[in-house]
């Protein structure tokens, strides 16, 4: 167990949609990423977040947005779907700069 | 950050040494070495970190040689469930600026 939770573990939903993808960090954790693993693509660096503050933005779409609340919870807000969106999303926090970032178990969104 | 190159897949029986070795040559000065392993539909696990020389835990070894151009992760006595996708990631983690770029991996298969 990493400490890091993400919800839902499943998203099915069409084309056009608005879902929210929920992170809570672990505990002690100023620092949240997300990240997309699609087949075609591996693992995509998103958004980070410190201290509810955007840190670093990667490639992340315009529809996409995300935020980081007081209590450091994350959340990735996906608008617009589109069938290109499926995929597994996933979340790292991480303590000081260089100390590894854990990952949760990611939510896999299903766009019909 | 520094591009790695590491081998797509490797095969290995049970009980064996594994050695994945990571390419880096235009490694800077302030990058660390982190390896990641990743089960199907899991997020990535942090295996072990390191700067020069060796850096041993309970699960791998981590040597790294003086020019830290190239890194190798010793898995010892693999088993099956050390079946999975390892990566290698080279980066400042002390810049707090640090999202992970992920490379394909290498592909372990481990053969009873």
């Known amino acids: 167990d990493s400490g890091v939770t993400q919800t839902p573990k499943h998203l099915i939903t069409a084309t056009g949609q608005r879902v929210t993808l929920r992170c809570s960090p672990r505990?002690?954790?100023?620092?949240v990423y997300w990240y997309q693993q699609s087949l075609d693509q591996g693992l995509q660096f998103l958004i980070q977040?410190?201290?509810?503050?955007?840190?670093a933005k990667g490639n992340i779409l315009e529809r996409f947005s995300a935020q980081q609340f007081p209590d450091l919870h994350s959340e990735l807000n996906l608008s617009s779907l589109e069938l290109g969106d499926s995929a597994l999303y996933f979340c790292?926090?991480?303590?000081?700069?260089?100390?590894?970032?854990?990952f949760g178990d990611g939510t896999r969104l299903s766009i019909l | 950050l520094a591009k790695t190159t590491q081998p797509i897949s490797m095969d290995s029986y049970e009980g064996q040494e594994v050695n994945i070795t990571c390419s880096h040559n235009?490694?800077?000065?302030?990058?660390?070495i982190t390896w990641y392993q990743q089960f199907p539909s899991q997020g990535p696990r942090f295996i072990i970190q390191g700067y020069k020389t060796k850096v041993t835990n309970e699960v791998a070894s981590l040597f790294i040689p003086a020019d830290r151009k190239s890194s190798t992760l010793s898995l010892p006595r693999v088993s099956l469930s050390d079946t999975a996708v390892y990566y290698c990631l080279v980066g400042d983690y002390n810049s707090g600026n640090t999202p992970l770029v992920f490379g394909k991996g290498t592909r372990l298969s481990v053969i009873a």
């Open positions: 977040y410190y201290n509810g503050e955007e840190r």
């Open positions: 505990s002690g954790d100023l620092s």
């Open positions: 235009n490694i800077a000065t302030n990058d660390y």
């Open positions: 790292a926090s991480s303590g000081e700069f260089n100390q590894p970032q854990h």
